[in-house]
């Protein structure tokens, strides 16, 4: 069974500091680590996948990820915090072949306070 | 423009009236998903369909069925919704069933069961 850990349910940061949003999941195979990111009653928006290749993968809206095999972490990066960075993220986690698709971790609500 | 629709985005209902939500994608995508999203537990997968008449249980299937009897629509029924489905639901769909194409996700439904 594949499963998903976020262990923060609320980061704060200051604006212009750097964020980090925590991830770790387990799986058996080789893993698709995804990240999204939902703002107020609105869906979910792709940020950014790893499949395989280089471990920092660059996404949308200046967001990155750092692929850690050996720890199993897919920790949710980004240099310097806007405002506008507020809002709830999620991780999730596939892998090849799977028929079930993703399975999402419980969320982490990120507030960037000014 | 790609996208998924869902329909309707708010409803409220009693419980035991039969309610359907709706769900359609224009990208030909043929694996289809929906999931409910609660405070603290994430999105859980409730079914999710990998082609035309191919459907099969996520987590928390009870109490909802779906079907796809065309590829671009994916709708979720409640056959006598109870208040514990008070949730937010999405639909999701991806281009194939790999597990590497992460997903395309609709605005969602807020639905009260009362």
């Known amino acids: 069974a594949q499963s998903v850990a976020q262990p923060e349910d609320q980061v704060n940061v200051a604006e212009g500091n750097p964020l980090t949003v925590k991830c770790t999941y387990s799986?058996?195979?080789?893993?698709?680590l995804f990240w999204y990111v939902q703002y107020p009653n609105r869906g979910l928006q792709f940020l950014l996948k790893?499949?395989?290749?280089?471990?920092l993968v660059k996404g949308s809206y200046g967001f990155e990820a750092e692929f850690n095999k050996s720890q199993t972490s897919f920790h949710l990066k980004k240099p310097s915090a806007l405002v506008s960075d507020s809002a709830l993220y999620f991780c999730?986690?596939?892998?090849?072949?799977?028929?079930?698709?993703?399975?999402f971790g419980s969320g982490t609500q990120l507030t960037v306070l000014p | 423009e790609a996208q998924v629709t869902q329909n309707p985005r708010y409803l409220i209902t009693v419980t035991g009236k039969k309610l359907t939500v709706t769900c359609s994608q224009n990208?030909?995508?043929?694996?289809m998903s929906w999931y409910r999203q609660d405070p603290g537990l994430g999105l859980r997968q409730i079914y999710y369909?990998?082609?035309?008449?191919?459907?099969d249980k996520g987590d928390v299937p009870e109490g909802y069925k779906v079907s796809r009897k065309e590829k671009r629509n994916f709708p979720l029924i409640l056959e006598s919704p109870s208040p514990n489905q008070t949730s937010l639901y999405f639909c999701?769909?991806?281009?194939?069933?790999?597990?590497?194409?992460?997903?395309?996700f609709g605005s969602g439904t807020r639905l009260t069961v009362v």
């Open positions: 369909s990998m082609n035309v008449e191919v459907t």
């Open positions: 790893y499949i395989t290749g280089d471990n």
């Open positions: 999730a986690v596939s892998f090849s072949g799977s028929a079930r698709q993703l399975t």
């Open positions: 990208m030909n995508h043929e694996y």
């Open positions: 999701a769909s991806s281009l194939s069933g790999t597990g590497g194409d992460g997903y395309t």
């Open positions: 799986v058996s195979g080789n893993p698709y």
